[in-house]
């Protein structure tokens, strides 16, 4: 079969066999379809429910607008009312065409902190996950503007730029939180990111830089990769405690794929632990219940998920342009059209979030060993996403805690694959979650009443200054908080022995053969930042670990058909 087609497939088609099955072309399936179909002697088929990614609001950046909640890119999934956020729900964006959610997201190159990658080799018992060893996974990925050093690489698939704008309310927010205490810096990505500064991006130009840029589009031409778009996965097919291929919709039609070596879910932590239940592998009874056949009874699967709540604060101010001002005007918008054909620069170049803190949410405590929490800073406002900015210059500070201690769950409710599976991140559920964002609320009014803002008379519009004490602020955070769209952990990774872990240390489901999972729901702990290129970085890891254990496979399977030297005295 040529590379990105197939044939046409009649009712209950087998598709073909192939080496390798990659479930889902977000961000960690383009990364290891590439890495594996390097090899020339393997056959790899990538399968993706959504579409190409040849949506033009898909690489403007600004376009992420036109992206989330769109059908044509979006899962749009919903959360179940949350308790924690006073019985709302929440819109839940996950990205539904290749390149997944690097093709709707906010762009903002973040690989979290050292202490993150050292927690994980801790709980996983495997220190290849320590971040001395995912430093450099994460350099062999980037293209970073600055060039190579020791904190990064140069001439990798994942392009890192700086932002083209500069706005003079996040100039003067910058100088704000330096003046109580925290420190600019111009690099957020070596370890320690700790300060004020403005993020750098997956751009390239200007545009947006996907993982299907980056990953895929160079391994499409290659005659050993098979990419499907508008397939439906439906469930793994096992036999015995062997996973041995998938069952999909591709339109009307209900095909199966067989894999010779294995099968690699790179769906997502919603859409991970949805599949891997729907084949029968999760909490036995949870599962039984639904008429699916136990494969295999891991209690772990769907549990652990964990986000990072961003609590939004607006703040309206006088004598300073904002977006909301600038393109409130038909002129205004011709300005910044103008600007970005011509320049690719501007408002249309923005990521989400320009301008990002780091801190400690109670710089009086002493036990905060690093920053616990993280800031969004942006020359804009408005009620919700998705309503239209205020009609007043405003600017947004949206915190979120680093690491959340609630958990919630992703499991299905029926045995329909196209039912949506229950997703409950269960968000501010603990005392500790509820004290962090309470402070965080206060750490932002210190910031906006340091001096440098005062020129601008900032002006508390979200949550509003009634809230003041501990209860009503974690009320106050209930009604703001919204999803900053980070889903991991609920397929973490863990040891053998750990009864609520779901993949080892190299990604292997536990229990079952010719299965790994491969994105950001094997995390055991959320990251502390943004978490797409974490992914990346697990998806080139995984890479290597499979390339490497088919390798060790060949050499023994050689040395097993060899002939031994006793059987060939006796030939002769």
Request: net charge neutral.
């Amino acid at each position: 079969m040529s590379a990105g087609k197939v044939n046409e497939p009649r009712l209950n088609q087998s598709v073909g066999e192939f080496d390798y099955i990659v479930v889902g072309a977000g961000t960690a399936g383009c990364v290891v379809a590439n890495r594996l179909s390097e090899d020339d002697n393997v056959s790899v088929l990538l399968i993706e429910a959504g579409g190409k990614d040849d949506y033009h609001w898909i690489h403007i950046p600004v376009g992420y607008l036109y992206c989330i909640g769109n059908p044509r890119t979006d899962w749009r999934y919903k959360t179940c009312e949350e308790e924690g956020l006073n019985g709302r729900a929440l819109a839940y964006p996950r990205g539904r065409v290749l390149g997944g959610c690097s093709s709707i997201n906010g762009m903002i190159y973040m690989r979290g902190q050292r202490e993150d990658y050292d927690q994980w080799a801790q709980m996983t018992g495997d220190s290849s996950w320590r971040w001395e060893s995912v430093l450099e996974t994460f350099k062999k990925s980037e293209d970073y503007y600055g060039g190579e050093s020791d904190s990064h690489g140069a001439g990798g698939p994942w392009r890192v730029e700086k932002q083209r704008l500069k706005w003079d309310i996040l100039e003067t927010f910058g100088k704000a939180a330096q003046q109580v205490g925290i420190p600019a810096t111009d690099d957020f990505n070596r370890g320690d990111n700790t300060g004020v500064g403005y993020f750098d991006v997956n751009q390239k130009n200007g545009i947006r830089w996907n993982a299907s840029k980056g990953y895929l589009r160079p391994a499409a031409k290659r005659g050993n990769l098979t990419i499907l778009t508008n397939a439906q996965t439906k469930r793994l097919r096992f036999d015995n405690m062997r996973c041995t291929g998938i069952e999909f919709n591709l339109g009307e039609t209900q095909c199966v794929a067989r894999a010779r070596r294995e099968v690699v879910l790179c769906a997502g932590a919603i859409n991970s632990p949805q599949l891997l239940e729907l084949s029968g592998v999760g909490n036995a009874d949870r599962i039984a219940k639904l008429g699916i056949e136990v494969v295999k009874n891991l209690p772990g699967v769907g549990e652990n998920l964990q986000d990072h709540l961003q609590l939004r604060m607006a703040f309206k101010v006088d004598g300073v342009r904002t977006l909301n001002t600038l393109s409130a005007h038909w002129w205004g918008k011709l300005m910044i059209g103008l600007e970005y054909g011509l320049r690719r620069t501007g408002p249309m170049a923005m990521a989400p979030s320009q301008l990002g803190v780091f801190a400690k949410s109670d710089p009086n405590d002493k036990s905060l060993t690093r920053p616990d929490v993280q800031y969004h800073v942006q020359p804009l406002s408005l009620e919700r996403f998705g309503e239209p900015l205020h009609p007043f210059d405003a600017f947004t500070a949206s915190v979120c805690q680093l690491r959340p201690s609630s958990r919630g769950s992703v499991h299905i409710t029926s045995s329909d694959p196209l039912i949506v599976p229950r997703i409950a991140p269960n968000y501010l559920s603990t005392e500790e979650d509820l004290h962090v964002a309470a402070n965080a609320l206060r750490l932002t009014r210190s910031i906006v009443a340091a001096p440098a803002l005062e020129q601008f008379r900032p002006k508390e519009i979200l949550p509003g200054i009634e809230f003041q004490t501990e209860e009503e602020l974690r009320y106050a955070a209930g009604n703001i908080g919204t999803t900053i769209f980070h889903p991991v952990g609920t397929c973490r990774m863990g040891k053998a022995g750990d009864p609520n872990s779901v993949v080892d240390s190299r990604l292997r489901v536990h229990g079952v053969s010719g299965l790994r999972i491969v994105d950001a729901s094997i995390m055991p702990t959320i990251t502390s930042g943004n978490t797409n290129s974490p992914t990346l970085m697990i998806a080139e890891r995984a890479s290597e670990m499979i390339r490497a254990d088919r390798k060790r496979e060949s050499i023994s399977t050689e040395i097993n058909s060899r002939p031994s030297v006793v059987g060939m005295k006796a030939a002769h």
